[in-house]
């Protein structure tokens, strides 16, 4: 079992930055693939960006390329998401996610998820 925890939500006005973290506990966090989902009020959960366990390669969905970066730091079991130029677009509650294997930009790919983060882009 995998246990995430997102903090770092919040509200702030197009243009400006927030920066989410996600702390894992459980098995040892640098076997999982880690990503960002995020859901808007009457919306699917869609993908947003993942990072694979050692090489840290990542993968972005087209809206946030240029604007959001994953990274991780497997010494401290957390996954992080900086988001810059933010759009009222950007407005939902984004999750954190692991996958033990495989891992892409489909929800039912990951096997543990946290309970989510609000974050409400002002215009």
């Known amino acids: 079992q995998v246990q995430l925890v997102e903090s770092g939500g919040g509200l702030v006005q197009a243009g400006g930055s927030l920066r989410l973290s996600c702390a894992a506990s459980?098995?040892?966090?640098?076997?999982?693939?880690m990503a960002w989902f995020r859901q808007a009020p009457g919306k699917e959960r869609e993908f947003v960006a993942r990072i694979t366990q050692i090489a840290s390669i990542t993968t972005y969905t087209e809206s946030v390329k240029g604007r959001f970066t994953i990274s991780r730091d497997n010494a401290k079991n957390t996954v992080y998401l900086q988001m810059n130029n933010l759009k009222p677009e950007d407005t939902a509650v984004y999750y954190c996610?692991?996958?033990?294997?495989?891992?892409?930009?489909?929800?039912?790919?990951?096997?543990?998820w946290g309970q989510g983060t609000q974050v409400t882009v002002s215009s």
């Open positions: 459980g098995r040892p966090f640098s076997g999982y693939i």
């Open positions: 996610a692991a996958a033990g294997s495989g891992g892409g930009s489909v929800s039912t790919a990951y096997d543990y």
